[in-house]
Every structure is written in structure tokens, then in C-alpha cells.
């Protein structure tokens, strides 16, 4: 069964540092990624998804992932932290069925 | 267009009450998701429905819950009886099957419910 594992529970970088959030999806097939971002008290929202088209993937906010299938990767980055970017963040996969199945998640605290 | 409305958005309950969660999914949207969300478990799909009908409920912890979906824009998650191990932030979410065109199955999120039984 597909799964994604995401390295580092919590994550903090000074604001205006690169911020880089891991994650490796396990998938005998090429799967769909997806990265979404919680704030607090709030439900999910899609940051960005690969689909099998072009490796870098941009998303909104000024983050970006790649999707590495010799590392089995797909590594959420963003070059300058914001404030407003403290967040936990998933990285999900899906292969065939339509459910996600979700990592455990990365707290990311942006420290002024 | 509304996006996903759970309600309600906090319930604090008692022991061995009976607890009903709501949501009204996406217009249009053919998939219907339970997540539960705590901090020891994460993310956890409970069930899950395509054109109302369910498809995989291996992921409800017990026969204590049930979920229904009466029509395509209403769902409802039950717990009867409640225990203080249910509390947790419940999301409903929903979805465009995967297809040609944008349709990649991304699932839009409503707000949660959250759950606190004493």
C-alpha cells in the first residue's frame, strides 16, 4: 500500500531562511502528491499536487516541491520564511483509489 | 461557491451520549471524505463515499460509529455512545473523481468539528 513518511515532526527556521520540509512516499507505481498546509483551527488546504506532468511543482504562498522518483522524494521548499508560514504541513499520496492517505505532518515555526 | 460547511464546529459532550456531526460537501463533487485528526494518530481516514454510496469504511474504529449519506449534498458521522477516547477534530472533505483535464482528486476540506467528550 502506497504511504508517504515525513522526516521531522517540527521544523523551525528564522524568518527569511530556506524552508525545507521532507517527505518520501513509498508507491510501486507513480503516485499523485499532494502537499497541504493547517493553520490553526482550520482544516486543510491544497498547497500544491504533482500529477505525473512536469517535476518542479509550484505552488501558492511561494512554495515549491520536486518530485525525485530515483529518492522517492518530493520535497516541499520555499527560499524566505514568512511569519504567516508557521503552519503544520502534510504531504499526502494517492495511487488508483481516489483516498489521500496523509503523513503525520511537520509543525513549521518561523522564528522573527 | 460555498466550500465545505461542517457543523457543528464544537460539540463538548458526555460520556455514552450520542453524537452527530454534519457536512455539506462541495456541489457537484461525486466523493465524500471522514477524516479524525489527533495529535497521538494524525490524520486518519474513516470512510469514505462516492455518489453517496460507501466505499471504504475499514478505517472506523468501531461499531459505536456509523456514517450515512442520504443525498449528494449532505453527510452525517455518528458516534452512540460516545467515549472521552473520541475526541478529536473531525473533517469532512470532498472531491472531483480523477479524470482528464485539472480533475486530479485533490480533496477540499471543511473547517472540522471539533469533538470533546468528558
Known amino acids: 500500500a502506497q504511504s508517504v513518511t515525513q522526516l521531522g515532526s517540527h521544523v523551525s527556521v528564522s524568518e527569511g531562511a530556506l524552508v525545507l520540509l521532507r517527505c518520501n512516499y513509498s508507491s510501486s507505481v507513480p503516485p499523485y502528491l499532494f502537499w497541504y498546509v493547517q493553520y490553526p483551527n482550520q482544516g486543510l488546504q491544497l498547497l500544491l499536487k504533482y500529477t505525473s506532468a512536469a517535476t518542479l511543482v509550484k505552488g501558492i504562498n511561494g512554495f515549491e516541491a520536486e518530485f525525485k522518483k530515483s529518492e522517492t522524494s518530493f520535497h516541499l521548499t520555499k527560499p524566505s520564511a514568512h511569519m504567516s508560514d508557521a503552519a503544520e504541513y502534510f504531504c499526502?499520496?494517492?495511487?488508483?483509489?481516489?483516498?489521500?492517505?496523509f503523513g503525520q505532518g511537520t509543525r513549521l515555526t518561523i522564528n522573527p | 461557491d460555498a466550500g465545505v460547511i461542517q457543523s457543528p464546529r464544537h460539540e463538548v459532550t458526555e460520556m455514552g451520549q450520542e453524537v452527530t456531526l454534519r457536512c455539506k460537501p462541495i456541489?457537484?463533487?461525486?466523493?465524500l471524505f471522514w477524516y479524525r485528526q489527533t495529535m497521538m494518530r494524525g490524520l486518519e481516514l474513516l470512510i469514505y463515499?462516492?455518489?453517496?454510496?460507501?466505499?471504504?469504511d475499514s478505517g472506523m474504529p468501531e461499531d459505536r460509529f456509523s456514517a450515512k449519506m442520504p443525498n449528494a449534498s449532505f453527510s452525517t458521522l455518528k458516534i452512540q455512545p460516545s467515549e472521552p477516547r473520541d475526541s478529536a477534530v473531525y473533517f469532512c472533505?470532498?472531491?472531483?473523481?480523477?479524470?482528464?483535464?485539472?480533475?486530479?482528486?485533490?480533496?477540499?476540506f471543511g473547517e472540522g468539528s471539533r469533538l470533546t467528550v468528558l
Open positions: 499526502a499520496v494517492s495511487k488508483g483509489a481516489q483516498k489521500l492517505v
Open positions: 456541489s457537484g463533487h461525486d466523493y
Open positions: 463515499f462516492n455518489n453517496n454510496v460507501p466505499i471504504d
Open positions: 472533505a470532498s472531491s472531483l473523481a480523477r479524470g482528464q483535464g485539472v480533475n486530479t482528486g485533490e480533496l477540499f
